[in-house]
């Protein structure tokens, strides 16, 4: 079993940057794929980035692709999420979440462990 804590989030101006962690307790965190979700309010919680095992392989969901970069320490047990040119529609409350059969996917049933969130802000 893995703790998945998030940090990082904030207030920011649309056009800023800011970085998002997710620190994970428990054992054996390089076996889990690790995946961002967020969830804005009166919607449903969507994909937004996941990475393998290994840090090797990542993929995005259309919205962020090119301005996001997820990435991972499997030394300190920490995985991240880079949000650049941020604009008011990525304000929601970001959760990392971690899969222990190292699927790399966007469905978010898979992944059985999930973090509180932390809230990210972008005004105009």
């Known amino acids: 079993q893995v703790q998945l804590v998030e940090s990082g989030g904030g207030l920011v101006q649309a056009g800023g940057s800011l970085r998002v962690s997710c620190a994970a307790s428990g054992r054996a965190f390089s076996s889990y794929a690790m995946g961002w979700f967020r969830q804005a309010p009166g919607k449903e919680r969507e994909f937004v980035a996941a990475i393998s095992r290994n840090g090797g392989t990542t993929f995005y969901a259309d919205l962020v692709k090119g301005r996001f970069t997820i990435s991972r320490d499997n030394a300190k047990n920490m995985a991240y999420l880079q949000m650049n040119s941020l604009n008011p529609e990525d304000t929601a409350v970001y959760h990392c979440?971690?899969?222990?059969?190292?699927?790399?996917?966007?469905?978010?049933?898979?992944?059985?462990?999930w973090g509180q969130g932390t809230q990210v802000t972008v005004s105009s």
């Open positions: 979440a971690a899969d222990p059969l190292g699927r790399l996917s966007r469905n978010r049933t898979f992944y059985a462990y």
